[in-house]
């Protein structure tokens, strides 16, 4: 596993392009969201689990924490 949700910071993540990739393909338009800004100092899984309604929900949530953990 590249990232450790419970330890690296949604701002690491984001500097990578596959991450962004990720996460615009579940919930389109969330790296542009002017709200991403307060997240990126949380680590990925805080973020998550505190914008879940905003990705769409614990399911969208799920399937983005496990493309994240394919990632080599």
Not at 22 to 27: M, S, W
Not at 28 to 36: A, C, L, R, V
């Amino acid at each position: 596993m590249r990232y450790d949700p419970d330890k690296t910071m949604l701002g690491t993540m984001l500097d990578d392009s596959e991450v962004v990739a990720i996460l615009e393909r579940h919930a389109p338009g969330i790296t542009k969201n002017p709200m991403i800004g307060m997240a990126k100092g949380m680590t990925a899984n805080q973020a998550l689990v505190m914008g879940s309604a905003m990705l769409g929900g614990p399911t969208v949530v799920d399937a983005i924490r496990q493309d994240i953990e394919q990632l080599r």
